[in-house]
């Protein structure tokens, strides 16, 4: 099994940025694609980034976030710019044993989550 533990998560003010981590531990060499997911109050959990082959990102993510992974670490991070209130969720890292996958129900593992909120 895989375990992911977030951090960085926090409150910003809009146009800010951050920085979320996500270590991994455990079998980690069955992981092939990491990936960050969000989810906002009465809302469903949606795809924000991923890294496997190539990196790919959601629309609202493309041009102010970017995913990148330390292998020799086991971690992921997200760097986040440009914040926007409805950026505000929790965070969760994902892994998935498949490559280039995008859907919730494709990934294996999850962390705790972290909350990212934007003050306007």
């Known amino acids: 099994q895989v375990q992911l533990v977030e951090s960085g998560g926090g409150l910003v003010q809009a146009g800010g940025s951050l920085r979320l981590s996500c270590e991994a531990s455990g079998r980690t060499g069955s992981v092939n694609t990491m990936a960050w997911f969000r989810q906002a109050p009465g809302k469903e959990r949606e795809f924000v980034a991923a890294?496997?082959?190539?990196?790919y990102y959601a629309n609202d993510a493309k041009g102010r976030f970017t995913i990148s992974r330390d292998n020799a670490k086991n971690t992921v991070y997200l760097q986040m710019n440009t914040l926007r209130p409805e950026d505000t969720a929790v965070y969760y890292c994902a892994a998935s044993r498949q490559w280039e996958v995008a859907s919730a129900n494709q990934y294996d593992a999850w962390g705790r989550g972290t909350q990212v909120t934007v003050s306007s």
């Open positions: 890294s496997g082959l190539t990196k």
